[in-house]
Protein backbone atom coordinates (compact mmCIF):
# COMPACT_ATOMS: atom_id res chain seq x y z
CA UNK A 1 0.00 0.00 0.00
CA UNK A 2 1.35 3.25 -0.92
CA UNK A 3 2.07 6.13 1.57
CA UNK A 4 -1.08 8.26 -0.23
CA UNK A 5 -3.44 5.33 0.43
CA UNK A 6 -2.15 5.43 4.33
CA UNK A 7 -2.83 8.45 4.57
CA UNK A 8 -5.93 8.48 2.97
CA UNK A 9 -7.22 5.68 5.03
CA UNK A 10 -5.74 6.89 8.05
CA UNK A 11 -8.23 10.23 7.25
CA UNK A 12 -10.91 8.21 6.95
CA UNK A 13 -10.79 6.59 9.97
CA UNK A 14 -12.43 10.90 11.06
CA UNK A 15 -15.22 11.10 9.73
CA UNK A 16 -16.40 14.62 9.29
CA UNK A 17 -19.34 13.80 10.10
CA UNK A 18 -18.76 13.89 13.72
CA UNK A 19 -18.45 9.54 14.07
CA UNK A 20 -15.80 9.38 16.54
CA UNK A 21 -14.48 6.89 19.54
CA UNK A 22 -17.79 7.20 21.36
CA UNK A 23 -19.69 5.98 18.26
CA UNK A 24 -17.41 2.88 17.80
CA UNK A 25 -17.40 2.11 21.40
CA UNK A 26 -21.39 2.10 21.14
CA UNK A 27 -21.00 -0.29 18.33
CA UNK A 28 -19.25 -2.14 19.71
CA UNK A 29 -21.58 -2.47 22.64
CA UNK A 30 -24.60 -3.12 20.86
CA UNK A 31 -23.04 -5.94 18.97
CA UNK A 32 -22.02 -7.84 22.57
CA UNK A 33 -24.97 -6.87 24.39
CA UNK A 34 -26.87 -9.91 24.31
CA UNK A 35 -24.83 -11.56 26.88
CA UNK A 36 -25.72 -8.68 29.70
CA UNK A 37 -29.67 -7.55 28.22
CA UNK A 38 -29.82 -11.97 29.78
CA UNK A 39 -28.41 -10.69 32.07
CA UNK A 40 -30.93 -8.28 33.09
CA UNK A 41 -33.64 -10.38 31.48
CA UNK A 42 -32.95 -13.24 33.97
CA UNK A 43 -32.99 -10.87 37.09
CA UNK A 44 -36.02 -9.09 36.25
CA UNK A 45 -37.91 -12.63 35.07
CA UNK A 46 -36.84 -14.90 37.94
CA UNK A 47 -38.05 -11.37 40.49
CA UNK A 48 -41.07 -11.22 38.91
CA UNK A 49 -41.49 -14.99 39.08
CA UNK A 50 -40.84 -15.12 42.54
CA UNK A 51 -43.28 -11.99 43.06
CA UNK A 52 -46.09 -13.74 41.30
CA UNK A 53 -45.90 -16.76 43.18
CA UNK A 54 -45.31 -14.81 46.88
CA UNK A 55 -48.79 -12.94 44.89
CA UNK A 56 -50.44 -16.17 44.98
CA UNK A 57 -49.71 -17.43 48.96
CA UNK A 58 -47.48 -20.21 47.56
CA UNK A 59 -44.13 -20.91 48.85
CA UNK A 60 -41.37 -20.16 46.79
CA UNK A 61 -38.95 -22.58 45.96
CA UNK A 62 -35.59 -22.28 44.80
CA UNK A 63 -34.78 -22.92 41.04
CA UNK A 64 -33.16 -26.25 39.96
CA UNK A 65 -30.03 -25.90 38.29
CA UNK A 66 -31.69 -28.00 35.12
CA UNK A 67 -34.51 -24.65 34.97
CA UNK A 68 -31.61 -22.47 35.46
CA UNK A 69 -29.99 -23.37 32.34
CA UNK A 70 -33.04 -23.16 30.50
CA UNK A 71 -33.85 -19.25 31.79
CA UNK A 72 -30.40 -19.01 30.67
CA UNK A 73 -30.77 -20.15 27.03
CA UNK A 74 -34.08 -17.88 26.99
CA UNK A 75 -32.81 -14.61 28.45
CA UNK A 76 -30.17 -15.61 25.43
CA UNK A 77 -32.25 -15.26 22.89
CA UNK A 78 -34.53 -12.47 24.89
CA UNK A 79 -31.45 -10.56 25.09
CA UNK A 80 -30.02 -11.20 21.58
CA UNK A 81 -33.41 -9.82 20.02
CA UNK A 82 -33.34 -6.80 22.02
CA UNK A 83 -29.61 -6.02 20.60
CA UNK A 84 -30.95 -6.75 17.32
CA UNK A 85 -33.80 -3.63 18.21
CA UNK A 86 -30.96 -1.51 19.47
CA UNK A 87 -28.98 -1.68 16.00
CA UNK A 88 -32.01 -1.17 14.10
CA UNK A 89 -32.92 2.12 15.79
CA UNK A 90 -28.87 3.16 16.06
CA UNK A 91 -28.08 2.57 12.64
CA UNK A 92 -31.30 3.93 11.24
CA UNK A 93 -30.56 7.30 12.43
CA UNK A 94 -27.08 6.73 10.99
CA UNK A 95 -27.75 5.26 7.50
CA UNK A 96 -26.69 2.02 8.28
CA UNK A 97 -29.30 0.04 8.01
CA UNK A 98 -28.62 -1.13 4.39
CA UNK A 99 -25.38 -1.66 5.33
CA UNK A 100 -26.33 -4.13 8.64
CA UNK A 101 -29.48 -5.55 6.89
CA UNK A 102 -28.24 -7.00 3.93
CA UNK A 103 -30.39 -10.28 3.52
CA UNK A 104 -30.16 -10.56 -0.26
CA UNK A 105 -31.31 -13.30 -2.53
CA UNK A 106 -28.93 -16.27 -2.69
CA UNK A 107 -27.57 -17.45 -5.68
CA UNK A 108 -26.12 -20.88 -6.98
CA UNK A 109 -22.28 -19.70 -6.33
CA UNK A 110 -23.08 -18.34 -2.91
CA UNK A 111 -25.22 -20.88 -1.85
CA UNK A 112 -22.30 -23.62 -2.91
CA UNK A 113 -19.61 -21.49 -1.22
CA UNK A 114 -21.67 -21.48 1.86
CA UNK A 115 -22.06 -25.53 1.88
CA UNK A 116 -18.75 -26.21 1.02
CA UNK A 117 -17.59 -24.00 4.41
CA UNK A 118 -19.87 -25.11 6.59
CA UNK A 119 -19.02 -28.30 5.79
CA UNK A 120 -15.89 -27.69 6.80
CA UNK A 121 -16.75 -26.38 10.51
CA UNK A 122 -18.99 -29.01 10.72
CA UNK A 123 -16.13 -31.56 10.01
CA UNK A 124 -13.65 -29.40 11.63
CA UNK A 125 -15.26 -28.08 14.81
CA UNK A 126 -15.51 -31.49 16.71
CA UNK A 127 -11.88 -32.31 15.73
CA UNK A 128 -10.20 -29.09 17.13
CA UNK A 129 -12.38 -29.31 20.20
CA UNK A 130 -11.09 -32.67 20.93
CA UNK A 131 -7.82 -31.73 20.68
CA UNK A 132 -8.37 -28.81 22.70
CA UNK A 133 -9.70 -30.78 25.63
CA UNK A 134 -7.29 -32.92 25.12
CA UNK A 135 -4.20 -30.22 25.74
CA UNK A 136 -6.05 -28.29 28.38
CA UNK A 137 -7.32 -30.75 30.04
CA UNK A 138 -10.88 -28.33 29.78
CA UNK A 139 -14.18 -29.92 30.00
CA UNK A 140 -17.83 -28.92 27.95
CA UNK A 141 -20.10 -26.97 30.27
CA UNK A 142 -22.88 -29.22 31.28
CA UNK A 143 -25.63 -28.09 29.58
CA UNK A 144 -27.97 -31.23 29.32
CA UNK A 145 -31.60 -31.02 28.86
CA UNK A 146 -34.39 -32.45 29.13
CA UNK A 147 -35.67 -33.26 25.38
CA UNK A 148 -38.75 -34.90 26.61
CA UNK A 149 -39.75 -31.72 28.36
CA UNK A 150 -41.90 -29.66 25.30
CA UNK A 151 -40.61 -26.71 27.02
CA UNK A 152 -36.99 -27.46 27.06
CA UNK A 153 -37.30 -28.45 23.30
CA UNK A 154 -39.26 -25.05 22.32
CA UNK A 155 -36.51 -22.79 24.16
CA UNK A 156 -33.92 -25.12 22.62
CA UNK A 157 -35.20 -24.38 18.74
CA UNK A 158 -36.17 -20.83 19.67
CA UNK A 159 -32.53 -19.62 20.78
CA UNK A 160 -30.13 -22.51 18.17
CA UNK A 161 -32.73 -22.66 15.42
CA UNK A 162 -34.32 -19.24 15.30
CA UNK A 163 -32.67 -16.72 17.10
CA UNK A 164 -28.95 -17.36 17.01
CA UNK A 165 -28.40 -17.88 12.67
CA UNK A 166 -30.29 -14.22 12.39
CA UNK A 167 -29.44 -12.22 15.59
CA UNK A 168 -25.56 -13.55 15.21
CA UNK A 169 -25.45 -12.21 11.54
CA UNK A 170 -27.18 -9.40 11.94
CA UNK A 171 -24.64 -7.82 15.02
CA UNK A 172 -21.37 -9.36 13.98
CA UNK A 173 -21.36 -9.43 10.29
CA UNK A 174 -24.25 -7.01 9.77
CA UNK A 175 -23.07 -4.05 12.37
CA UNK A 176 -19.57 -4.38 12.95
CA UNK A 177 -18.83 -5.14 9.50
CA UNK A 178 -20.81 -2.13 8.59
CA UNK A 179 -19.37 0.30 11.18
CA UNK A 180 -15.61 -0.97 10.60
CA UNK A 181 -16.03 -0.15 7.08
CA UNK A 182 -17.33 2.76 7.61
CA UNK A 183 -14.21 3.87 9.84
CA UNK A 184 -12.10 2.64 6.81
CA UNK A 185 -11.06 -1.09 7.85
CA UNK A 186 -10.01 -3.25 5.33
CA UNK A 187 -11.52 -6.55 4.32
CA UNK A 188 -8.83 -8.40 5.90
CA UNK A 189 -8.29 -7.08 8.99
CA UNK A 190 -12.51 -7.24 9.50
CA UNK A 191 -12.36 -11.13 9.09
CA UNK A 192 -9.46 -11.06 11.78
CA UNK A 193 -10.85 -8.84 14.60
CA UNK A 194 -14.67 -9.81 13.90
CA UNK A 195 -13.10 -13.59 13.88
CA UNK A 196 -11.82 -13.21 17.01
CA UNK A 197 -14.16 -11.49 19.01
CA UNK A 198 -16.81 -13.85 17.79
CA UNK A 199 -15.07 -16.42 19.26
CA UNK A 200 -14.23 -14.66 22.54
CA UNK A 201 -17.54 -13.50 23.03
CA UNK A 202 -18.57 -17.26 22.97
CA UNK A 203 -16.06 -18.55 25.86
CA UNK A 204 -18.60 -17.32 28.40
CA UNK A 205 -21.39 -19.35 27.79
CA UNK A 206 -19.25 -22.74 26.01
CA UNK A 207 -16.32 -22.62 27.97
CA UNK A 208 -12.79 -21.91 26.92
CA UNK A 209 -12.32 -25.00 24.58
CA UNK A 210 -15.71 -24.30 22.57
CA UNK A 211 -15.14 -20.97 22.63
CA UNK A 212 -11.63 -21.07 20.51
CA UNK A 213 -13.11 -23.48 18.44
CA UNK A 214 -15.64 -20.71 17.19
CA UNK A 215 -13.01 -19.11 15.83
CA UNK A 216 -13.55 -21.07 12.93
CA UNK A 217 -16.75 -20.77 12.42
CA UNK A 218 -16.32 -16.65 12.39
CA UNK A 219 -13.95 -16.90 9.92
CA UNK A 220 -16.24 -18.75 7.40
CA UNK A 221 -18.82 -16.75 7.97
CA UNK A 222 -16.87 -13.41 7.79
CA UNK A 223 -15.54 -14.51 4.53
CA UNK A 224 -18.78 -15.52 3.04
CA UNK A 225 -20.41 -12.30 4.48
CA UNK A 226 -17.36 -10.26 3.09
CA UNK A 227 -16.81 -12.03 -0.21
CA UNK A 228 -20.29 -11.95 -1.74
CA UNK A 229 -22.27 -9.13 0.49
CA UNK A 230 -25.03 -10.99 2.07
CA UNK A 231 -26.06 -12.31 5.37
CA UNK A 232 -28.19 -14.95 4.16
CA UNK A 233 -25.00 -17.74 3.96
CA UNK A 234 -25.47 -18.82 6.96
CA UNK A 235 -29.53 -19.19 7.18
CA UNK A 236 -29.47 -20.56 3.36
CA UNK A 237 -26.74 -23.45 4.64
CA UNK A 238 -28.23 -26.57 4.38
CA UNK A 239 -25.54 -27.44 6.89
CA UNK A 240 -26.31 -25.13 9.45
CA UNK A 241 -23.35 -24.94 11.90
CA UNK A 242 -25.83 -24.25 15.23
CA UNK A 243 -28.64 -26.58 14.72
CA UNK A 244 -26.23 -29.47 14.12
CA UNK A 245 -23.35 -29.01 15.90
CA UNK A 246 -24.88 -27.25 19.13
CA UNK A 247 -27.59 -29.59 19.53
CA UNK A 248 -25.68 -32.68 19.53
CA UNK A 249 -23.52 -30.92 21.66
CA UNK A 250 -26.06 -30.06 24.29
CA UNK A 251 -27.68 -33.88 23.79
Known amino acids: MSKADGSSAAESIVLPDGHGW??????FAIVLAPMALAIVVMAVGLAARAAWIAMLGVS??????????LYGLLSYAVGSWLAVALAWFWTKRRKLGRDVFVFRRLTL???????????IVAVSVPIVTHWLTGVTGGQSPNLRLDFHDAHSVA?????????????????????????????????????????????????????????????????????????????????????????????????
Open 109 to 119: PAFAAGAFGFT
Open 22 to 27: RKSILA
Open 155 to 251: IVVFLFVVTTPVTEEILYRGLLVAWLRRLGWKDLNILVLGSLIFSANHIIPLGFVWGVAMILLGVVTYALRLRYESLSLRLGSPMHFSTRNLLSYIH
Open 60 to 69: VEPATSASIR
